[in-house]
């Protein structure tokens, strides 16, 4: 317990009860840190942010589109005029439209970049201005994916986007690193979310196949993500940016 004690934190997308975000949340506050809460889900966000603060955990909640800037502009306001500095931003919120090349349209294509990489350089640029100006450093968590990394059937317009988070973080980092800001890339593989659901139904035999390919013959949990976030977002990494943390069970590694 302590781990982010006293450290003003934000996390996109974390609406979902069973999704990254949400559980990177209560991650954070489980370790004693306020937790700004965002999502395009209003309700939802401030369903966790009850269920945080039930837990005697500190978090507020607030609506944000994280594809407009006008919207990263309000909440950057709302936490800076709340509690006068942002400590943490993990920019988690995303979305796959999985399909093959030739079925993929502009839109798709142009939907996923928006929502999974122009978001985290809204935020990123926002949270960096107000680090600076504070002047006590910071981290910012980039949530991309082992699709950003290598190769993945149907993930054309994600893998892009989710590639561009990667080498993005890493600019970053090397041009906060004297602010004492770092930036760090978490690269999830199959993680059990809802969205796991949907694929188990469709295609139930495939789906076994898949998790059967992992070397560790499972599927990670929304937790095991969160833990890396939490590192990332301590102390304890305080000499850890420009990294890619890969959180997938074995499979890059084969």
């Excluded at 589109?65 to 909440?75: K, L």
């Excluded at 500095?85 to 796959?96: E, M, P």
């Excluded at 760090?184 to 969205?195: D, F, L, Q, R």
Aim: proline share 3%; glycine share 12%; with cysteine.
């Amino acid at each position: 317990m302590g781990r982010l004690e006293g450290k003003i934190t934000l996390v996109t997308g974390a609406g979902n009860p069973r999704g990254l975000g949400a559980a990177t949340a209560h991650r954070f506050a489980q370790e004693g840190a306020f937790v700004y809460i965002t999502d395009l889900d209003a309700a939802g966000a401030e369903a966790v942010a009850a269920e945080i603060r039930s837990a005697g955990g500190h978090a507020e909640a607030q609506g944000h589109d994280v594809t407009s800037e006008e919207s990263w502009d309000a909440v950057m306001t709302a936490v800076e005029q709340g509690h006068g500095r942002l400590d943490v931003l993990v920019n988690n919120a995303g979305i796959a439209i999985l399909k093959p090349l030739e079925q993929l349209t502009a839109a798709d294509w142009k939907k996923q970049n928006l929502v999974n990489l122009d978001s985290v350089f809204f935020g990123t640029q926002r949270a960096v201005a107000l680090m600076r100006k504070v002047g006590k450093g910071g981290s910012i968590v980039n949530l991309s994916s082992i699709a950003g990394q290598v190769g993945v059937p149907m993930c054309g317009a994600y893998a892009a986007a989710k590639s561009g988070v990667r080498t993005f973080s890493k600019v970053v980092a090397m041009e906060c690193a004297a602010d004492g800001i770092r930036c760090n890339s978490v690269h999830p593989g199959m993680i059990e979310t809802a969205m796991q659901d949907v694929a188990r139904q469709d295609n139930p035999e495939g789906f076994k196949q898949i998790v059967a390919a992992i070397p560790m013959k499972r599927m990670g949990a929304p937790v095991d993500i969160a833990n890396m976030n939490l590192f990332l977002a301590s102390d304890e990494s305080n000499y850890v940016t420009g990294c890619e943390l890969v959180v997938d069970g074995g499979v890059t590694a084969m």
